[in-house]
């Protein structure tokens, strides 16, 4: 077999491939080229492995195919809409292939050596309670956003906190028991099985809307049960690609946070504080909210000179970006000015809003960042909020008890005149009532996004 | 950027736990393959691990294939 500095080399190579490629991705322009690298370096660690020899050849070969044939399959068929549950199924499987992988590398060393080095046995119980907990947090991230088994809203109880508390502290406790006592292999599983209730609960008390910031953790804790591994395999490449995960995870974690103004712990534990009392939706909307048509609004775009859409997750379930792009084409070929902004955590996954207007075939660069584009809202003639709400709820920025006060918001109230696309003025993931809705600039066209932006194209077709 | 951490975790070293040092649960009779419970638990961490980097890269770089430039 191959010596162990080809291979080691070999990692090297693979590892720096992974650095280069990440750096790649932080740009638009160079992202594809930088996935690319990345997947190249990957082939070479896994060519390199397989080299290293002692492999069961047959398992391995149908285990990459079967893998390889379910994840193409996936991310091939996948509706664009779908696809922060798939990234949260992705994440899912790396954590529990880190907690087989070391179940399988612990039942294997106890075998031939009754006194395995500490080093290995902390690992393995690392990457036992990550794993279980990123892959069983992964589930339920997957089962909110698609809508099944569990509800989208918050689960919470009396004493919560202290239960998730006592689940950990009984999984580090069998782990250390584990540690001891090497040979004692159930209680890897037993570890794994408080774990995986752990991760359950960890994520049923996080509210849908929260689920970018939940994605983007449990990304990082795949990166770290990964790199938890490579210290059970003393396995180089795994640790490095698997630290380049978690640091990055946490790095987007930390701007989603930010994007909201809230700490991750309170993301995690606390969720919007329903208790505080907060203006009823009747005094804000009392007689002040004023309805209007695909016509009027026709008129109100003809006549505009730029025009800024902001979209949210509303217009990810009306599956309204197709037909938001030939609103933006129409438009822009009557020599009006469009453009797009986007919210950090508009949508459910990072990045969700410009995946799905990418998709749609919106030039990337119509898509303006909120920090870009607010100091230049009074200079827009129109801003059509479709399918958002607490991000553009000014109340963040005037009612310092608000739930959502000090987030940063795209400060649509600051255009000439708003047009709010709407099914009815239901609240948004905060539950508080939006003033936006009522403002004097403010019209509001009850509509399903889809229906809306296609009635507003023929009314200004017909005009 | 949509997904900058897509770059999941190498976990094909799972193939490195794939020895045969204990008694078999069952047999491939086809494939005459003895499966422990140790080259079971690699089989399964293989197939995860590979739908995580072949979906990983494979989802990344179709989003990122709509940013391209459409002229």
Known sequence: MVSDTFINLAYLVAASLFVVGLKGLAHPRTAVRGNLIGALGMLIAIVATLLKGNLSFELIISG??????????????????AMPQLVALYNGFGGIASLLVAGAELLKEVGVNPDPSTQMMVATVASGIIGAVTFWGSLVAFAKLQGVVVPDQ??????????????????????????????????????????????VLLVIAIGGADMPVVIALLNSYSGLAAAATGFVLNNNVLIISGSLVGASGIILTNIMCKAMNRSLANVLF?????????????????????STSAEEIAMLLETARRV?????????????????RDLFNLLESKGVTVEFAIHPVAGRMPGHMNVLLAEADIPYDKLIEMDDINPTMEQVDVAIVLGANDVVNPVARTDPNSPIAGMPIIDVDKAKTVIVIKRSLSPGFAGIPNPLFAADNTLMFFNDGKKAVQEIISAIKEA | MPFPATIVGALLSAGGAMLVHESALFTIPGLNLEVTLTNLLGFLAVVFATINVVGGFMVTHRMLEMFKRKD
Do not use: C
Not at chain 1, 64 to 78: D, E, P, R
Not at chain 1, 270 to 290: L, N
């Open chain 1, 308 to 324: 800024v859409i902001v979209p949210g997750y509303g217009m990810a379930v009306a599956q309204a970006q197709h037909a938001v």
């Open chain 1, 64 to 81: 990459f195919i079967v893998g390889a044939l379910v994840g193409a399959i996936l991310a091939i068929k996948i509706e664009m809409t």
């Open chain 1, 154 to 199: 918050p689960v919470r109880y009396p004493g919560e906190q202290i239960v998730k508390i006592v689940l950990l502290g009984l999984s580090i406790g069998l782990g250390v028991l584990l540690v001891q006592n090497p040979s004692a292999t159930e209680y890897y599983w037993y570890l794994s099985i408080f774990a995986s209730v752990l991760g």
């Open chain 1, 270 to 290: 606390g969720g919007f504080g329903a208790i505080q009392e907060t203006a009823k939706a009747d005094d804000v909307y009392g007689g002040k909210v004023k």
